[in-house]
C-alpha cells in the first residue's frame, strides 16, 4: 500500500468518524456488493447470432470506435480486463443472443443450456454468478414491432418458446454458481403512432408471459424480472409493456419489477421509486444507465441521480433483495474504459451511501430539523471520500486512481487495434 494513500486514509478515517461514520465498517459493506456487468457494451449491443438482423426494438448504439469485440473469445477477453480494473468481484448479465452457437445457426426457439456451458466455464473462477435475459429484439420475427403481443399465434408462440428456453438456461446458471440467476424480460412492443385499441396488445402480452412462467423454477436458481419502459425509437406512442402494466403483472405473478433509470420521463428519477417498490416487492432488479434527453443508455457517471439511487439502496437495508446491474452501451469511446468508468461510478456511489451518516440525518429529519439536514449532507459532498475509495482499491489490488486509463490503451494497443 502506498504511503500516501495510507496517510489519507487515515485522515479521512477520523474525519469521517467525527460524524459518527466507521469508514472500515463502510469498506466491509462494499466489498458485499456485486454488480452484475452487462456483456453488451463490449459489441454495442450486437451478440453472436449472426442472423442478418440489425440492432431493433427501439434501442441504438451510436459510434464507431474500433476495436469491437467481434466473437466470444474477444468479449471474454475484454470483459476480463475490464473487470481487473473494478475492485470487487462481480457477476455477468448476459443476453441470450450471445450464445456459443457450437459452429451452426441456433434460432432463439432453439437455445438449449449446452449453448451456455462454456460461459458458465469460463465464468467459473472469475465471477459470482450469472445473469440473464431473453433477447426479443434484433430478429425478423420482430417485423411488426410486436413480440409477444402480436396478433398473429405463430409469432407470439415463437417468443413464448425462447423465454421457456431462457428460464431453463437462467436456471442452469444458478444451478452452477449457487446464486440465484436474474433472468430479465424487456419485451419492446410498442407502436410509433397512438393506437386506438392499448387493451388488446396487453392482454396478449399477459397470456404470453403466464404461458411462459407457466413452469415453476425453484427460487434459489433463478428469480423472472420485467423491465418496462416509457418510450423506444419507433415506438414513441405507446409501449406494451409499461411501467403500470409490469407494477400489476409482476405484483400479481410474484415476479421482480426491473427498474431502468432511462425508462421514464426525463425528470422521473428511479430513486424515488425504490422505498416504494421495496414495501411491495420482496426482490427487485436495477438497471443503472444514464440517459440523456432520452433512453440513450450513456455511460453511467457520478451524478447526482447515481448518488441519489446508491443511498436509496443502502437505506433500504435491503441490499440482498436487489439485484444490481448496469445498462449502457456507447460505442463512440473504448468499450473497456466505458465498462470500467460506469462500474467504476457505481462502486464510488454505493461507498459514498455508506459512509453516511444516515441514523443521525434521519434523526435530524424526524424532528422536522430540515436546516440541519440540508447542512449535512452538503458538508459531506466534500468530505475526503477518495481517500477511502482510493484505499479501497488498493486493499482490492485494482489501480486506485486514473492510472486504470494507462493499461486501457496498452491494451488498446496491444489487442483492440489489431481487430
Ligand atoms: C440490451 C438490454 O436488454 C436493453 O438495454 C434493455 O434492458 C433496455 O433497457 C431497453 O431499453
Ligand atoms: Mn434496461
Not at 396478433?151 to 442452469?172: K, L, M, Q, T
Not at 423472472?224 to 414513441?236: H, M, Q, R, T, Y
Request: glycine share 6%.
Amino acid at each position: 500500500m502506498s504511503i500516501n494513500i495510507e496517510a489519507e486514509y487515515k485522515f479521512a478515517k477520523e474525519q469521517y468518524a467525527s460524524l459518527g461514520v466507521d469508514t472500515e465498517t463502510a469498506i466491509q459493506a462494499l466489498k458485499s456488493i456485486s454488480v452484475s456487468i452487462h456483456c453488451w457494451q463490449g459489441d454495442d449491443v450486437g451478440g453472436f447470432e449472426h442472423n442478418g438482423s440489425q440492432l431493433s426494438g427501439g434501442i441504438q448504439a451510436t459510434g464507431n470506435y474500433p476495436g469491437q469485440a467481434k466473437n466470444i473469445e474477444q468479449l471474454r477477453s475484454d470483459i476480463e480486463f475490464a473487470m481487473s480494473l473494478i475492485p470487487g468481484k462481480h457477476r455477468l448479465n448476459l443476453h441470450a443472443c450471445y450464445l456459443d452457437n457450437l459452429g451452426g445457426f441456433v434460432d432463439r426457439d432453439q437455445i438449449e443450456v449446452k449453448h451456455f456451458e462454456s460461459w458458465a466455464h469460463w465464468g467459473r473462477e472469475r465471477l459470482q454468478g450469472i445473469d440473464f435475459n431473453p433477447t426479443f429484439f434484433a430478429h425478423d420475427k420482430f417485423s411488426d414491432g410486436l413480440t409477444l403481443s402480436h396478433p398473429d399465434r405463430a409469432v407470439r408462440d415463437f417468443w413464448i418458446e425462447h423465454g421457456r428456453r431462457c428460464r431453463e438456461i437462467a436456471a442452469y446458471f444458478g444451478k452452477q454458481f449457487n446464486t440465484e440467476s436474474a433472468n430479465n424480460f424487456w419485451i419492446p412492443d410498442g407502436f410509433k403512432d397512438v393506437p386506438v385499441d392499448r387493451a388488446a396488445p396487453r392482454e396478449r402480452l399477459t397470456e404470453s408471459l403466464d404461458e411462459i412462467f407457466e413452469k415453476d423454477y425453484p427460487k434459489e436458481l433463478t428469480l423472472d424480472s420485467v423491465e418496462s419502459k416509457l418510450f423506444g425509437i419507433g415506438a414513441e406512442s405507446y409501449t406494451v409493456g409499461s411501467h403500470e402494466f409490469y407494477m400489476g403483472y409482476a405484483l400479481s405473478r410474484g415476479k421482480m419489477i426491473c427498474l431502468d433509470s432511462g425508462h421514464f420521463h426525463p425528470t422521473e428519477m428511479i430513486s424515488e421509486k425504490i422505498s416504494a417498490i421495496l414495501l411491495f416487492y420482496e426482490k427487485m432488479l436495477l438497471h443503472v444507465s444514464r440517459p440523456v434527453r432520452w433512453d440513450s443508455d450513456h455511460v453511467v457517471t457520478l451524478n447526482e441521480e447515481l448518488i441519489e439511487i446508491a443511498h436509496e439502496l443502502v437505506r433500504s437495508r435491503r441490499l440482498s433483495d436487489i439485484h444490481i446491474g448496469l445498462d449502457f452501451f456507447d460505442a463512440s469511446i473504448n468499450r473497456i474504459a466505458a465498462w470500467v468508468i460506469g462500474a467504476r461510478n457505481l462502486l464510488k456511489a454505493m461507498l459514498f451511501a455508506f459512509l453516511e451518516p444516515t441514523k443521525m440525518l434521519q434523526e435530524k429529519e424526524r424532528e422536522f430539523d430540515f436546516t440541519s439536514r440540508l447542512a449535512y449532507r452538503e458538508e459531506l459532498k466534500t468530505m475526503p471520500f477518495n481517500a477511502v475509495w482510493k484505499y479501497y482499491c488498493e486493499q482490492m489490488c485494482v489501480p486506485a486512481g486514473i492510472s486504470w486509463l494507462d493499461e486501457v490503451r496498452q491494451y488498446e494497443k496491444d489487442v483492440l487495434s489489431k481487430r
